[in-house]
């Protein structure tokens, strides 16, 4: 599957079917993130049943504590 | 002195109007770290009335890599960071005045300070979660808008926050986050700093001369070495039921249950121990009882410093202990207990 990831172009393995396991692939999924699916921000209990397809735009915003 | 702030005043959406706002407004700035000094110097170049800032810590030579005021005199002399940067802010503009406190952000200190001296800003320039949260539900009791920045490695995030009108950090996080990179385990580079330190000062002058319609309205997040640049409307996020900004706010990070006394420093590796209850230390008494102990003691009008079984501890007078050179609370109360009582 292709999605676009903060405006990049990026190739996921079958393995990726929704935003939980997206943020896993990425390794963000103990990080406190804000997600957003084709303009819609996406609810952090709706992850795992909010499937991704082809062509889907993400934005992926994390939460740092540095400072 | 009229020129002073003719380009500033040039750019239309200021003004000569938005100069005169500028410099009736008093900002609070939480941390005199890396995006803390940022901002402070760019506060005070730019001629806002009043600064206060707050810090916990001393300047160490691991900062002068990014922490723009402080130099090596500063790191030899282990000076504590309010009082440094005051030293150089006062330096670059003698108009704006600078008060500087020496000491912990806690919610209590931070209620103090805003109900004494009324800032119409708040400026996040901490180093974790706990503080942050502190700052937003002082933001919401208060109504004064803070505007959030944090940055690690080459990876930054800024967002302003202003009451009754976007969603607070309390409705973004849901709780504290734990564990997460820290400047400890993955570094970071001065210019993701100055990147963030840029997105917080632009929207705290769009707020400081009231453009409100100009805010950015967005959670705005980059990594300068991936090449990576994202914004979100964030908006949708706003919960009624929010405990910090909702329709019947308890303030929870307010609360004293909510604060530890303990902390492990943000790259320090370095714990710093507070008193329950807050208590002055005669810094010329503790020295002589420590001497007798055949300890050799450093001292500066601020605070102490010596040597205790491989680690170094640094007394303030206003009763924080950091202890260096270890993570682990327990020992660091140890070691506290050892050598203060």
Redesign the interface.
């Given at each position: 599957m292709e999605l676009i990831i903060n405006g990049e172009m990026i190739q996921l393995p079958e393995s990726v079917k929704n935003v939980s396991d997206l943020l896993t692939y990425f390794q963000l999924n103990n990080k406190i993130a804000i997600v957003e699916v084709n303009l819609n921000i996406i609810n952090k209990q709706d992850y795992e049943t909010t499937t991704l397809s082809n062509g889907d735009k993400v934005e992926i915003v994390h939460f740092v504590g540095g400072g | 002195m009229t020129e002073r702030y003719s380009r500033q005043e040039l750019f239309a959406p200021i003004g000569k109007e938005g100069q005169k706002k500028i410099a009736a407004k008093h900002v609070l700035i939480i941390?005199a770290?890396?995006?803390?000094t940022g901002n402070a110097e760019a506060f005070v170049r730019a001629g806002v009335g009043k600064i206060t800032i707050i810090d916990r810590d001393y300047v160490e030579w691991s900062n002068l890599q990014r922490q723009q005021l402080y130099s090596e005199e500063d790191a030899k002399e282990r000076l504590p960071k309010a009082i440094a940067a005051k030293q150089r802010l006062e330096q670059v503009n003698s108009d704006v005045s600078i008060e500087a406190i020496v000491g912990d952000a806690t919610a209590r200190e931070l209620e103090v300070i805003i109900e004494e001296s009324k800032p119409h800003l708040l400026i996040?320039?901490?180093?974790?979660?706990e503080t942050?949260m502190v700052i937003n539900d002082i933001s919401q009791k208060y109504r004064i808008p803070w505007i959030y920045?944090?940055?690690?490695g080459s990876?930054?995030?800024s967002y302003a926050i202003i009451p009754g009108k976007t969603p607070c950090l309390n409705c973004?996080?849901?709780a504290v986050?734990l564990?997460?990179?820290?400047?400890d385990t993955?570094g970071?580079i001065s210019p993701a700093v100055q990147m963030?330190v840029a997105y917080q000062v632009t929207e705290a002058l769009k707020i400081l001369v009231e453009d409100w319609q100009s805010l950015r309205n967005k959670?705005?997040?980059f990594d300068l070495w991936k090449n990576?640049?994202?914004?979100?409307r964030?908006d949708?996020?706003k919960k009624a039921d929010c405990p910090s900004c909702g329709d019947n706010p308890t303030y929870p990070y307010l609360s004293y249950d909510m604060q530890t006394k303990t902390a492990v420093l943000?790259?320090r590796d370095s714990v710093q121990i507070r008193p329950a209850v807050r208590q002055d230390r005669d810094l010329e008494e503790l020295a002589e009882l420590l001497a007798k102990q055949g300890i050799q003691v450093e001292k500066n009008p601020y605070l102490l410093s010596f040597m205790a079984d491989g680690h170094r501890l640094v007394v303030f007078k206003d009763g924080r202990v950091l202890i260096h050179g270890t993570k682990d609370m327990i020992e660091a109360k140890t070691l506290y207990h050892r050598y203060l009582g």
């Amino acid at each position: 599957m292709e999605l676009i990831i903060n405006g990049e172009m990026i190739q996921l393995p079958e393995s990726v079917k929704n935003v939980s396991d997206l943020l896993t692939y990425f390794q963000l999924n103990n990080k406190i993130a804000i997600v957003e699916v084709n303009l819609n921000i996406i609810n952090k209990q709706d992850y795992e049943t909010t499937t991704l397809s082809n062509g889907d735009k993400v934005e992926i915003v994390h939460f740092v504590g540095g400072g | 002195m009229t020129e002073r702030y003719s380009r500033q005043e040039l750019f239309a959406p200021i003004g000569k109007e938005g100069q005169k706002k500028i410099a009736a407004k008093h900002v609070l700035i939480i941390g005199a770290g890396a995006l803390g000094t940022g901002n402070a110097e760019a506060f005070v170049r730019a001629g806002v009335g009043k600064i206060t800032i707050i810090d916990r810590d001393y300047v160490e030579w691991s900062n002068l890599q990014r922490q723009q005021l402080y130099s090596e005199e500063d790191a030899k002399e282990r000076l504590p960071k309010a009082i440094a940067a005051k030293q150089r802010l006062e330096q670059v503009n003698s108009d704006v005045s600078i008060e500087a406190i020496v000491g912990d952000a806690t919610a209590r200190e931070l209620e103090v300070i805003i109900e004494e001296s009324k800032p119409h800003l708040l400026i996040d320039a901490t180093d974790n979660f706990e503080t942050r949260m502190v700052i937003n539900d002082i933001s919401q009791k208060y109504r004064i808008p803070w505007i959030y920045g944090a940055c690690v490695g080459s990876y930054g995030i800024s967002y302003a926050i202003i009451p009754g009108k976007t969603p607070c950090l309390n409705c973004m996080l849901e709780a504290v986050p734990l564990g997460g990179l820290t400047c400890d385990t993955a570094g970071i580079i001065s210019p993701a700093v100055q990147m963030v330190v840029a997105y917080q000062v632009t929207e705290a002058l769009k707020i400081l001369v009231e453009d409100w319609q100009s805010l950015r309205n967005k959670l705005v997040s980059f990594d300068l070495w991936k090449n990576q640049h994202t914004a979100i409307r964030v908006d949708k996020v706003k919960k009624a039921d929010c405990p910090s900004c909702g329709d019947n706010p308890t303030y929870p990070y307010l609360s004293y249950d909510m604060q530890t006394k303990t902390a492990v420093l943000c790259g320090r590796d370095s714990v710093q121990i507070r008193p329950a209850v807050r208590q002055d230390r005669d810094l010329e008494e503790l020295a002589e009882l420590l001497a007798k102990q055949g300890i050799q003691v450093e001292k500066n009008p601020y605070l102490l410093s010596f040597m205790a079984d491989g680690h170094r501890l640094v007394v303030f007078k206003d009763g924080r202990v950091l202890i260096h050179g270890t993570k682990d609370m327990i020992e660091a109360k140890t070691l506290y207990h050892r050598y203060l009582g």
